[in-house]
């Protein structure tokens, strides 16, 4: 995979902002460039929205968020960057314009894609001095969720360049479909102008309204669309004698006069007018925001049962936290800590959705935050994708917390970890949870037994686990366990230094 620590967005529209959140949040500094005199604010909107959805999305430690800086001159926001993404509005003269300074202004090596969402890569490289290195990043709102990315190059393109951008682009858990063709309008937004336009119809017929239309939509084959793609649908449509019988069946209603999809209605100030007093009257008693918080929330609960069955983009999810725990391993790994001490593997901040009606944090968040800090044990230990890809992994079979402070909104959390003791099979650590005045807040510990997943059953430890365990061993062992331990977890103490 290739990891870069500086990116460029040349716009921060809604857009722009979900990229630049996206490349943030993901530990990746990132520089803008937008002239509009709302930027920052919008940017900072459009950051809140992608945080409160991260961390009600991702179940592994976040890395620490990437530096954001805001630029009024273009070659100081580009200066060092690595991958550039121009997201301008689309009109081709000022894609040229910016890109040609863009050009202008960045690295030799550095990587430009542009937001576009109907042009082709071949239209924006007209003048362009290096066109092998410009192609189409198009995403779909919002960039810091929903995971597709179409990659789009032309003749002129470098391949290796844009192996790299897909590269670039899995780093921050996108999933980048080449595209074989360049195409007007690509894929993703040629199968939405199919909808769209036959919608507009409907609306313009007065056969229904934008409330119906959408409720069709969602109640139906929305949902199916979320876990399937269209073909795959209309596969099971077609029972077990599966595609072949599909078309057979429903092949001839193509020449039947269903859609309007070779005309469009013409957009008139009065059907203009229609549209936005019916869709003010379906979803105006909801901000912007609040709409689109109510469908970050939507996204990430199908995300989660997608990734209950490591489906679609449930799967790219996991390979997205699997990213995360990582990151968190070769953080905490990046320096040997005192094994005398307690280890200091985690932090993270209370986020406002965190709470509960009395205004401090909600019982199982604290549960949450201490299996975050096991699993950057976990890592720090060795217990990576390639050790649970062999069959091994490592199960909480008991927990105890205690609840000592009123935890509220913003509090910056440092978690503390102690090994208080291990066998063959076990492990038993200790957390402490401090704010940023060392006030303790809680306290958990852990029963950890090690499991052969295919087995289902407990079984030894291996190396690097084993190893790992080892060198911690000598100084974790000399610190106390605290009186509050509990005995069923108390009765496992340390290996035999001098046994084989």
């Avoid at 921060?12 to 520089?31: H, P, S, Y």
């Avoid at 957009?267 to 549209?275: G, N, P, S, V």
């Avoid at 959705?353 to 549960?367: F, K, Q, V």
Wanted: aromatic fraction near 8%; proline fraction near 5%; hydrophobic fraction near 40%.
């Amino acid at each position: 995979m290739t990891r870069i620590r500086k990116a460029a967005c040349v716009g921060g529209g809604v857009i722009g902002g979900g990229w630049i959140a996206r490349f943030l949040l993901n530990g990746i500094d990132v520089a803008v460039f937008d002239p509009h005199p709302e930027a920052q604010r919008i940017v900072g909107e459009v950051l809140d929205n992608a945080r409160r959805a991260y961390g009600r999305m991702i179940q592994a430690p976040l890395c620490a968020e990437g530096k954001l800086s805001f630029h009024d001159d273009l070659a100081t926001a580009l200066d060092g960057a690595e991958y550039i993404q121009e997201s301008v509005p689309e009109q081709l003269a000022l894609k040229h314009r910016v890109l040609g300074q863009i050009e202008a202004h960045a690295s030799p090596e550095a990587l430009i894609g542009s937001s576009t969402s109907g042009f082709k890569p071949s239209e924006l490289q007209e003048g362009a001095q290096h066109p092998e290195r410009i192609f189409v990043a198009h995403p779909f709102n919002p960039v810091y969720l929903v995971p597709l990315v179409e990659l789009v190059g032309s003749p002129a393109n470098d391949e290796a360049a844009l192996a790299r951008a897909a590269d670039i682009q899995r780093e921050t858990g996108m999933m980048p479909l080449r595209v074989r063709k360049e195409i007007d309008a690509h894929i993703g937004d040629r199968l939405l102008e199919a909808v769209w336009r036959e919608a507009l119809w409907l609306v313009h017929d007065d056969v229904a309204t934008t409330q119906e239309i959408d409720d069709v939509i969602r109640f139906s084959f929305g949902l199916r669309w979320a876990q399937m793609g269209l073909f795959e649908t209309y596969r099971i449509a077609g029972g077990e004698a599966g595609m072949k019988h599909f078309i057979e069946q429903f092949g001839p209603a193509l020449a039947w006069p269903w859609t309007k999809l070779m005309d469009v209605p013409e957009m008139t100030d009065e059907l203009a007018t229609k549209i936005g007093d019916q869709s003010d009257t379906q979803s105006g008693m909801h901000s912007i925001r609040e709409l689109e918080r109510i469908r970050d929330d939507n996204l990430i609960g199908i995300y989660q049962a997608l990734k209950a069955n490591d489906w679609g983009a449930g799967r790219t999810l996991r390979e997205m936290e699997d990213r995360y725990f990582e990151r968190a391993k070769a953080g905490a790994g990046a320096a040997t800590p005192d094994y005398a001490a307690p280890l200091t593997l985690h932090r993270c901040r209370v986020s406002g959705d965190w709470l509960d009606y009395n205004g401090h944090m909600t019982e199982y968040r604290y549960l949450q935050v201490f299996g975050d800090a096991t699993d950057a044990f976990l890592g720090h230990i060795g217990m990576d994708a390639a050790y649970r890809s062999a069959g091994r992994s490592v199960y909480t079979v008991e927990s105890h917390i205690r609840h000592l402070a009123e935890t509220s909104a913003n509090t910056a959390l440092t978690i503390r970890t102690t090994v208080l003791g291990h066998d063959a099979k076990r492990i038993r650590i200790h957390h402490e949870m401090l704010d940023e005045a060392g006030t303790l807040q809680a306290t958990a510990e852990h029963m950890l037994m090690h499991v052969d997943t295919q087995a289902g059953r407990a079984s030894p430890m291996a190396a690097p686990l084993t190893d790992r365990l080892a060198a911690l061993s000598p100084g974790q062992r000399g610190l106390a366990a605290p009186d509050h331990a509990g005995r069923p977890i108390r009765d496992i103490g340390w290996p035999d230094p001098g046994a084989a």
